[in-house]
Structures are given as C-alpha cells and as structure tokens.
C-alpha cells in the first residue's frame, strides 16, 4: 500500500513540476517557438533586460506581492491574537497556555445553525426539522392561523 501511495506521489508531482521544468528549459532555447533540437542561447534574457515596459509591469508584481503578503500576515496575525482572547475567555485553561488543544472540536449543532440561518433570511423557504423529529416549520410563516 505505501509503494503504490509514493507511486501515485510522484506521477503527481511529475505531471504538475514537468511543464514548469520544460518551460523554464525552453526558455534558453534559440528557436522562438518550442522547437528542437535544443540550442542553447541566453538571447531571450537578455532582450528582457532591454525591455522597459516588461520590467516595469516586473517591478510592479513584485511591490503588490509584498504588499499583499505583509498585509495577509499581519491580518493573520490580529485574528489568531482575537481567536486566543475569545478562548481565555470561552474555554479558561488553569496555568495559561492555548484553551483550543484542550478541548474537542465542537461544531455547531445542524438544526440550530438551520434555525439561526432561517431566522435570518426570514423568507419562509426555509423547512427547519425540530430536534425530536416531529414536523419541521417555517419560521417566517408561524401565526396561529397557520393551524387551518
């Protein structure tokens, strides 16, 4: 069984890094298109260092990538610090320490999590099942004279 999961691992990673492989190999190639045999040229590169407008829009990638990930990270950062806080609170931990290693993952209970969403778009389209398998409601639609 691990033979043939490292097996499928590699057929994988062959098939998604091979064409970045013969990209990046083409790249040196003299012919314009991918064409063979193979010869080697840095020409392409070089007429890329010459080419202003490339290496600004380059240079432009590049800024919105930092950007992007400072941004990401620090975003990352404040909710895992709000997510600890919640937990202090929620789930205390005698001597300190991470609260959510400590507990098992709980997920919401489904009828509820459906009546809250049900509650909230209001539109009556919702069929909320009572938790003791009676018949559902629609609780956009509860009057009394829903009862005739």
Do not use: C
Not at 66 to 74: E, F, P
Not at 100 to 111: G, I, K, Q, S, T
């Amino acid at each position: 069984m691990k033979l043939a999961a490292r097996t499928y691992l590699v057929v994988i990673l062959v098939f998604l890094y091979l064409p970045i492989a013969v990209l990046v190999a083409m790249g040196f190639n003299e012919s314009p298109l991918y064409a063979l045999p193979f010869r080697f040229t840095t020409h392409w590169y070089e007429a890329l260092g010459g080419n202003a407008k490339l290496l600004r829009s380059s240079w432009n990638s590049i800024v919105i990538a930092l950007v992007t990930s400072a941004l990401a990270t620090g975003l990352g950062t404040l909710r895992r610090q709000q997510q600890r806080a919640i937990d202090a609170v929620v789930h205390p931990k005698a001597g300190g320490g991470d609260a959510r290693h400590d507990r098992a993952v709980a997920l919401p209970d489904p009828v509820e999590l459906h009546r809250r969403v049900a509650g909230l778009v209001g539109t009556g389209s919702f069929t909320v099942p009572s938790p003791t398998g009676a018949p559902g409601f629609s609780p956009s639609v509860m009057s009394s004279d829903d009862d005739t």
